[in-house]
Nanobody
């Protein structure tokens, strides 16, 4: 049974940084990738970033390129999302998801296991 748990959200001011963590317990060695999505109030869930478990290849949405960095620690089955230069428009619930087999990268439907989400609020 795969279990996904995010942590690290909070209330910060514009320009601040946060690091989100995602522990994927029970995942198989062969699972393909981990992704981060976010959902702002009144908006649809949107892709933020993804990383392959084996090669560590990162992918980003244009809105976070240069500000967010995704990484993973295979030994700990943990992924991270370092968020710098945060903006009010980054305010959202951030979800982590595990993808067993590659079925696409940017659609939430291509991921198999999801966490409960962690709230990130950027406000002065």
């Amino acid at each position: 049974q795969v279990h996904v748990v995010e942590s690290g959200g909070g209330l910060v001011q514009p320009g601040d940084s946060l690091r989100l963590s995602c522990v994927v317990s029970g995942r198989t060695f062969s699972s393909y990738a981990m992704g981060w999505f976010r959902q702002a109030p009144g908006k649809e869930q949107a892709f933020v970033a993804a990383i392959t478990w084996r090669g560590g290849t990162p992918y980003y949405d244009d809105s976070v390129k240069g500000r967010f960095t995704i990484s993973r620690d295979n030994d700990k089955n943990t992924g991270y999302l370092q968020m710098n230069s945060l903006k009010p428009e980054d305010t959202a619930i951030y979800y982590c998801a595990d993808q067993v087999d590659f079925r696409g990268r940017y659609s939430a439907r291509s991921y198999d296991y999801w966490g409960q989400g962690t709230q990130v609020t950027v406000s002065s």
